[in-house]
């Protein structure tokens, strides 16, 4: 079984903060992605990556960067949190690509007050 | 555009009965279709895929579901339900298969089942 683990698990911050959410997965997986999970919305797209330092924008990536340092670690940025960005973030990691089945971490709660 | 639907957002059922949860999806081309569980306060596993070949596909816990083409559907299955199924179902389209290596996944909004005692 693939392990993703997120951190941190919680996270509180002002409008205007700068916030970091961090993935890690030991399964030595290609591929990697971000997902913020709304009411309503189901799970959408933010960014993903294959491999360390390749980035892909996904479907909704206003007000995001993101940063695939190694094969293991993918990382969200918020450099200007607003209220709108208050939600649940997963990350995922595959092994390949198209088709192919998603790990998922356990999620982050985002609250951006 | 890319799309899925759950058009019911919760469905309560009775232990033993059998359940049923509806997903259509709209896609130019062969779809790859997934469905994922969320149980209370944890994050998604997979469930199912349909890539190609029979329709009728089998999954982790006992449930299956049925691929028609005829009216882009992608419905989970399972009978009897059982009290432990309660949870967050997503059904879940890969899109850009032919042009794109990564699993670029467009979800549902997901139905919230309740199986009661």
């Known amino acids: 079984e693939a392990a993703v683990t997120q951190s941190p698990r919680n996270k509180v911050t002002v409008t205007g903060g700068n916030v970091t959410l961090s993935c890690r997965q030991t399964?030595?997986?290609?591929?990697m992605y971000w997902y913020r999970q709304d009411t309503g919305h189901g799970l959408r797209l933010i960014h993903y990556?294959?491999?360390?330092?390749?980035?892909q924008i996904g479907d909704v990536p206003d007000g995001y960067k993101a940063t695939r340092t190694t094969q293991e670690d993918f990382f969200l940025l918020l450099e200007l949190a607003s209220p709108s960005q208050t939600s649940l973030y997963f990350c995922?990691?595959?092994?390949?690509?198209?088709?192919?089945?998603?790990?998922f971490g356990a999620g982050t709660r985002l609250s951006v007050l | 555009a890319q799309s899925v639907d759950q058009p019911d957002a919760h469905v309560t059922l009775s232990e033993g009965a059998s359940l049923e949860l509806r997903c259509s999806y709209s896609?130019?081309?062969?779809?790859?279709l997934f469905w994922y569980v969320q149980y209370p306060g944890q994050s998604l596993q997979f469930l199912l895929k349909?890539?190609?070949?029979?329709?009728v596909v089998k999954g982790t816990k006992g449930f299956e579901a049925e691929f028609r083409k005829s009216n882009s559907s992608f419905n989970l299955k399972k009978s009897p339900a059982h009290w432990s199924d309660s949870a967050k179902y997503f059904c879940?389209?890969?899109?850009?298969?032919?042009?794109?290596?990564?699993?670029?996944?467009?979800f549902g909004q997901g139905t919230s089942l309740s199986v009661v005692p």
């Open positions: 995922a990691s595959s092994e390949t690509g198209g088709g192919n089945t998603l790990y």
């Open positions: 990556s294959y491999g360390a330092g390749n980035l």
């Open positions: 349909y890539i190609t070949g029979d329709t």
């Open positions: 399964n030595s997986h290609n591929y």
């Open positions: 896609y130019s081309a062969a779809p790859y």
């Open positions: 879940a389209l890969d899109r850009d298969i032919a042009s794109s290596s990564f699993s670029k996944l467009v």
